[in-house]
């Protein structure tokens, strides 16, 4: 099975890392192209694959990832449309661009599965929604879906939801290293060095997001476990409850899925 890659950023690398990581597919079955001579020379020497044009890519994978920003979408399937294999199975990763829209871009029937990844998958802890056409079938679907837990987890949900999936995941990840970065700066402000104060924040972030994970109680219940009656905790929860922080991450995330919903 060949898989292909048209545009190899940060995204499509961590997506070939979890390919060859969990050997789904040797380096001579995968491929990918990019307009930058820079990212080609990466793909040639440190992702060892095949560096390919956007035609190449088209027209021979069976697994064709469009990996390119959101803005270039519509110039990169004109240029593709007709070469595509009607087997090959299509995986985008742009917010916003529906199924309904990459078909009329096509102008065929083919086979489409939108997904929205996040970074974390370049570390192995992605988390992407996934949601195919109706010409996807079930075998098509769970060979995407081991390429997209080769990097981290990954869940179907209905199109309807991809873009609050852009919000919560896709996106969210700078929300977070906006936390930790407050965090950090908090404790320097008290005395700790920056560099320890960042390894102290992003530890008790990943922890407490594992906790959630593994523990399967509600963020609410973890929350109360560590605000004890008149204690420290308490009162810092206290001031991020009168500063608005539940409700700034509420309009951060509605912010976000209007803005996916008008790409």
Known sequence: MK?????????????????????????????????????????????????????????????????????????????????????????????????????????????????????????????????????????DLAQVMSILESFGKAEVVPERLLDVVTSVSGSSPAYVFLLIEAMADGAVADGMPRAQAYKFAAQAVLGSAKMVLETGRHPGELKDMVCSPGGTTMEAVRVLEEKGFRSAIIEAEKACVSKSRGM
């Open 3 to 139: 898989t292909a890659f048209i545009g190899c950023g940060n995204m499509a690398s961590a997506i070939i890392g979890g390919i060859l990581s969990s050997n789904i597919s040797r380096p001579e079955d995968l491929m990918a192209s990019d307009s930058s001579p820079a990212a080609q020379d990466r793909i040639r020497n440190a992702l060892k694959i095949s560096c390919v044009s956007n035609e190449q890519a088209a027209s021979l994978a069976d697994i064709l990832f469009l990996s390119v920003k959101p803005q270039f979408y519509a110039e990169v399937i004109a240029q593709i449309k007709d070469i595509v294999r009607p087997s090959a199975v299509i995986v985008t990763i742009a917010p916003g661009k529906t199924l309904c829209w990459l078909r009329e871009q096509f102008g065929r029937d083919l086979k489409i599965v939108r997904t929205m990844p996040n970074t974390p998958a370049m570390v192995k802890e992605g988390m992407t929604g996934v949601c195919r056409n109706e010409f996807v079938t079930d075998e």
